[in-house]
């Protein structure tokens, strides 16, 4: 035994760790956090980390008996694919007459600025019933509510999801800021949790500056600083127990 183990491992006898820096190691990377890695993906059909994979299969498993058949409409998303849905928008609301504060404003009521989107990943997912006849757009709060196609589902996810780790963050809560009510979206909490706490020590400021963005001139500090606070963390309790 050299001499540096040596006292490494007389250290950590009695409690006293010298090499802090290797407890608080990130587990998940800067890339992976912002959407520009390669998460390991359970398979083309379930775009969701291995993990939360496994336990989708058990809950749309349980969620079959009841006759409700859970079908993902989106799930992994890249930073370059939710790079071309803002893109998208806000050249079709810049058409309408918007400006861009009002513009900016419309697109983060349901959608978020790449690299800052949950579902980069892999861990969260927008889910409907693909018992019930598709028609048009199929994401919509109606449908889950009252007489809507996916109300049935709604209402067994509200009983169950939980018991299988997937916790709504856009709750219905009045009290919450930022994005809009889904009660189609999920987030895996036993690895999305872990994950927001780590992306909150990122430097978003520098890190969400982002060439070939439309309107990326009006995000400000003060925006930024707010749509950590208001969309980032507006989201249920229960996903930011850390
Ligand atoms: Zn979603």
Redesign the pocket.
Known sequence: MNRKSFLTTSLSLIGISIWPEAQQKKKYSTSILLGKGKPELYNSDIPLLKPVGVAYLEMQKAANKEGIILEIV?AYRSFDRQKSIWNRKYIRNKKKGLSPEENINKIIEYSTLPGTSR?HWGT?V?LIDGSKVREGDVLLTDKFLGQGPYAKMKKWMDKNAANFGFIRPYTADENRKGFYY?PW?YSYAPIATPMLKEYLALNLKTLLSTPDLEGSEYLSSNFLTKYRKENILGIAKELKRF
């Open positions: 989106s579902h969260d927008d889904e979206h």
